[in-house]
């Protein structure tokens, strides 16, 4: 019995443990505040938290509530965040992101599918099947550093060399 509780215990270490050592060493990572765009998250990357989507539930409908990434509850009547609960917003996004690194920043790979590239689980569904998803893109852009007033540019996989 002992054998078979270290074997299974073991076996859970190996499994999780590069999963939990990449996540912990993401979290640990100065936050990229001053590298991304308040702008450009307020505008372009909020309102997609908002977005309904066939098939799915909204991203706001579970990250306001039992989350990690647990965004501002909406005020009674507001259809979108206020200044101030957009900047927690900001700073709750913020450790979910890897600047300029599209393929570890597990804001990006959740909602996508794991055919795509995405992660294998997202407890809210995949809302993406493809990173040529305009949210997706949106999302990219941002992480890659794009400003607000900055033209949207389609991105493959990495964020190119112009910055």
């Not at 908002?50 to 409908?61: I, N, Q, S, Y």
């Not at 997202?122 to 809302?127: M, R, V």
């Not at 990173?131 to 997706?136: D, K, L, R």
Request: proline fraction near 5%.
């Amino acid at each position: 019995m002992r054998v078979t509780v270290l074997l299974l215990f073991t076996v859970a270490l190996v499994i999780q443990g590069p999963a939990t050592v990449a996540i912990r060493a993401q979290e640990g990572q100065a936050p990229a505040t001053t590298r991304l765009d308040f702008e450009f998250f307020k505008t372009k990357v909020q309102p997609i938290f908002l977005a309904k989507r066939e098939g799915h539930a909204r991203c706001v409908a579970c990250h306001t509530k039992g989350t990690p990434m647990r965004l501002q509850a909406l005020s009674p009547g507001a259809t979108t965040w206020d200044d101030e609960q957009s900047r927690k917003n900001f700073q709750v996004v913020v450790p979910r992101v890897l600047f300029r690194n599209l393929t570890q920043s597990r804001l990006l790979l959740h909602p996508l599918e794991a055919e795509a590239g995405g992660d294998f689980y997202h407890s809210g569904g995949k809302h993406w099947n493809s990173f040529f998803n305009p949210e997706w893109q949106i999302m990219a852009n941002w992480v890659c550093g794009r400003k607000a007033n900055e033209k949207i540019v389609e991105l493959t996989g990495e964020c190119g060399l112009e910055q």
